[in-house]
């Protein structure tokens, strides 16, 4: 059975902190790793990542893919209270035919 | 404006009672879903259909049917609610793989079963 978990569950930093957040997957015939924002309503897409290795940056916001080890982290740096969320990583199969697999998701507070 | 749209945005239930959530998209998307958000459970899968005419159960599908009878509507019916169906209801699309393309949300439903 496909898994996704994320670490840590909750955090909650001071505007200015970055912060690491963590998605370990375990996903038969691997082929993506998405990450998303989840405001008060529905999510929206920040990243997809394919390849290892490769970093995919947007402004403050960056995030890397480890194949090997099975792994995902999403970084922000200089966090400002927009930033606080719910962050929800997803692992997508080779095939792609079968929906994305979500992990609990981190939820993210940024205090002034 | 063109995106997923799902009605009612909040529904309250009496146990036993059926009711249909409506999910219409207009971006032409074969890949649609129904999701289920729980406090501390992030998004759990409940069916799902890579085009009309063809759905499959995700991962937790019992007490609810779905039907694609075109590409544009997903609606999902529950039979006979229950209080453990207390839950906000996503729908997603895709245009193609969601691997490829990742999905579009609807704002959701908040459905209260007493």
């Known amino acids: 059975e496909d898994k996704v978990v994320q670490s840590p569950l909750s955090l909650v930093v001071h505007e200015g902190d970055t912060v690491t957040l963590n998605c370990s997957y375990e996903?038969?015939?691997?082929?993506?790793l998405l990450w998303y924002k989840q405001e008060k309503k529905a999510p929206t897409f920040l990243f997809m990542l394919?390849?290892?290795?490769i970093e995919k940056k947007s402004g403050r916001l960056s995030s890397i893919l480890d194949k090997k080890e099975l792994f995902s982290i999403l970084n922000i740096t200089a966090t400002q209270t927009g930033d606080s969320a719910v962050y929800l990583c997803?692992?997508?199969?080779?095939?792609?035919?079968?929906?994305?697999?979500f992990g609990k998701g981190t939820r993210l507070s940024v205090i002034a | 404006n063109a995106g997923v749209t799902q009605t009612p945005k909040f529904q309250v239930l009496k146990t036993g009672q059926s009711m249909t959530l409506q999910c219409a998209q207009d971006?032409?998307?074969?890949?649609m879903s129904w999701y289920r958000q729980d406090p501390g459970m992030g998004l759990r899968l409940i069916h799902y259909?890579?085009?009309?005419?063809?759905?499959d159960q995700g991962e937790v599908p019992n007490g609810y049917n779905v039907s694609r009878s075109t590409t544009e509507d997903f609606p999902l019916r529950l039979l006979s609610a229950a209080p453990s169906q207390t839950s906000v209801y996503f729908c997603?699309?895709?245009?193609?793989?969601?691997?490829?393309?990742?999905?579009?949300f609807g704002s959701g439903t908040r459905l209260t079963v007493v």
């Open positions: 996903v038969t015939n691997f082929r993506s």
């Open positions: 997603a699309s895709s245009y193609g793989r969601p691997s490829s393309y990742g999905y579009t």
């Open positions: 997803a692992g997508v199969d080779y095939s792609g035919n079968t929906p994305l697999v």
């Open positions: 971006m032409n998307h074969e890949y």
């Open positions: 394919t390849s290892s290795g």
């Open positions: 259909s890579v085009g009309a005419g063809i759905t």
